[in-house]
């Protein structure tokens, strides 16, 4: 129960779905959490259901200005934060024909340029936060199977998680070479049900969407958020010490078809 003991983690897009999830594991094991969250209402109510533990705060991933104000957010809470999280993100798109223009950098500044924001902007804290007390860091990326494996129908969003992957990379060299003892890595879900599922469960109802997209995985089922949070505590935790650079697939089997 204390695998995160001593850690600070600042999770995006945690209103709900995976990002509510991994906070709920995270401070299970003992870690505190700021969550952030364009929707502020919907962030600030989960952070007060966890406890004092969890604080939260209002954020655009796609302003520069709305990143260094929960950084300075973090500071002013918890004296600054040693665990990245970027979670937050859309789907979205549809063919390369189909795709508008607008659609495409909408996908990739939500799901791509967020990343790197969040990267770029919060390693100096993270790295004073580790060396200050100590505490080995991490920065964990969400991406998606969808990064490794391309449809027909999802250019955009395909584009944009697979960039996530290797700029993870590029990250988690950096860190290395300047000894920040902060490892990156990203994490690469199959079908979760979490809101992101909405189009496809409205469509056909939700216990039919779930079992025809289950029918594509190995193992028979869309996962559940826990999968996610799960990975993330353990990339999070010191347990993973050594894991670097490296893409985590939480999939059901389907990237060994």
């Known amino acids: 129960m204390n695998r995160l003991a001593g850690k600070i983690a600042l999770i995006t897009g945690a209103a709900q779905g ?23 209402a919907g962030v600030k109510a989960v952070a007060a259901s966890i406890g004092d533990a969890a604080v939260a705060c209002r954020h655009d991933v796609t302003s520069m200005d709305d990143w260094a104000a929960a950084i300075a957010f973090a500071e002013e809470k918890f004296g600054g934060f040693h665990v990245l999280v970027n979670n937050a993100g859309i789907a979205g798109g549809s063919t390369v024909e189909a795709t508008d223009f607008e659609t495409w950098k909408r996908v ?3 799901d791509l340029d967020s990343v790197f924001l969040g990267c770029k902007l919060s390693l100096p804290t993270m790295a004073r936060t580790v060396r200050e007390t100590g505490v080995r860091g991490s920065i964990i990326n969400l991406s998606s199977i969808a990064g490794v ?3 027909h129908n999802s250019a955009a969003y395909n584009s944009a998680k697979a960039a996530v992957r290797h700029l993870t990379k590029s990250v988690a060299l950096h860190c290395a070479k300047q000894q920040y003892r902060i490892t990156c890595n990203s994490i690469h879900p ?15 109802g939700r216990e039919a969407g779930l079992a025809k997209l289950g029918r594509q995985i190995p193992l028979g ?7 996610i949070a799960w990975a993330a505590v353990y990339l999070a935790s010191d347990e993973a ?14 990237s060994a078809m």
């Open 18 to 40: 995976l990002g509510e999830a991994m906070a709920r594991r995270m401070v299970e094991e003992g870690a505190r959490v700021v969550l952030t969250d364009i929707n502020e």
């Open 108 to 110: 990739h500044s939500i």
């Open 149 to 151: 494996i391309a449809a």
């Open 190 to 204: 199959v079908f979760i049900d979490t809101p992101i599922l909405k189009g496809i469960t409205d469509t056909l």
């Open 221 to 227: 089922a869309v996962g559940e958020p826990d999968d």
């Open 241 to 254: 010490k050594m894991v670097t650079g490296h893409g985590l697939y939480v999939d059901g089997g389907i």
